[in-house]
């Protein structure tokens, strides 16, 4: 059986079919390409400046740590900035401990600072205490509603506290698009121009979020993370549920194996539509939660609002 040779370097033997592209790639073109994608990625967006601190937030699972080898792989060949690694202990038994100490391990190995901090220490209730309450209130309200708005709390007040000037998040492609048609299906188009891979309006308090996957589907981040042999968490939330997201995603999937470059093609058409309403979309002036001090758009910030329900329950 004759061997396919990469259609890169020509020289070694080819594994992975980039279907939407065409390109038979080895394992060490490949594992060049993403690093290669997640550099012009920053360029494009002027994602960093020479003066940042960033912080990665890593919460244990594949995208997270791939991000973190890949832009450590970055500083160390082109110090441009300082890095560090967040994580948001939200205090799930069973689940969270293990993606802690599995982050804690890659992050000594790169030699990279891990700063955590938790639910129980920042709002008074782990998220297990939280979905206790639901459950006996029944009132309805699923964990990732609270969850997904702590954690973004959480990243800030780390980032904040350990003086990083940008967050740096793992969105992947995929993760873009289905946000992008979910915007869509809940007709919330005016968030799309703010889903885009950088925050580019500073605001007191505020750390800018940057997406340096955002270009990258996500089966070729799980296929980098085996290659450079990442450990990572591979057991999923026991919380996730996001039903209508994930039959977005399978759809996608679906259009993607037999149109191959239809997640691209989605992307390019999300930027174009980002781009026409940038001056339609008004500017969102924040002020100070009158509870906590972190910054929102009214008296009372989304997290504080949800932490005061919690305990009324």
């Not at 297990?128 to 702590?150: H, N």
Request: net charge positive.
């Amino acid at each position: 059986m004759t061997s396919v040779m990469c259609t890169v370097c020509g020289v070694r033997e080819a594994f992975y079919l980039r279907s939407y592209s065409g390109e038979k790639l080895c394992a060490k073109c490949f594992l060049e390409s993403i690093e290669d994608r997640v550099r012009a990625t920053i360029s494009k967006y002027s994602m960093f400046k020479f003066n940042d601190r960033i912080a990665v937030a890593v919460s244990g699972g594949k995208d997270s740590l791939s991000l973190l080898h890949i832009l450590a792989r970055i500083e160390r060949d082109f110090p441009l900035a300082s890095l560090c690694a967040i994580t948001v202990d939200e205090g799930i038994a069973g689940y969270r401990d293990e993606a802690i100490e599995i982050a804690s391990e890659n992050c000594r190995e790169l030699r990279v600072e891990h700063f955590i901090i938790s639910f129980k220490e920042l709002y008074g209730f782990t998220l297990d205490e939280i979905v206790e309450r639901l459950k006996a209130s029944k009132s309805g309200m699923t964990p990732c509603s609270y969850c997904g708005v702590l954690r973004r709390k959480a990243l800030n007040v780390l980032a904040m506290k350990v003086g990083a000037t940008k967050i740096a998040t793992a969105h992947n492609l995929d993760d873009e698009i289905q946000t992008f048609m979910l915007n869509i299906i809940h007709g919330d188009i005016l968030r799309i121009p703010r889903t885009s891979p950088t925050f580019d309006e500073e605001e007191p308090g505020l750390v800018p979020r940057v997406k340096p996957l955002c270009e990258i589907l996500e089966k070729e981040v799980t296929l980098y993370a085996y290659l450079k042999g990442i450990r990572f968490q591979e057991n999923p939330c026991p919380y996730a549920g996001e039903a209508l997201r994930n039959d977005i995603r399978n759809t996608l999937n679906r259009l993607e194996e037999k149109h191959p470059g239809t997640k691209y093609k989605i992307y390019r058409s999300a930027e174009k539509v980002r781009e026409a309403m940038r001056d339609k979309v008004p500017r969102i002036t924040l002020k100070k939660c009158q509870l906590c001090g972190e910054p929102t758009v009214g008296d009372i910030c989304r997290a504080c609002s949800l932490l005061k329900n919690i305990k009324m329950l």
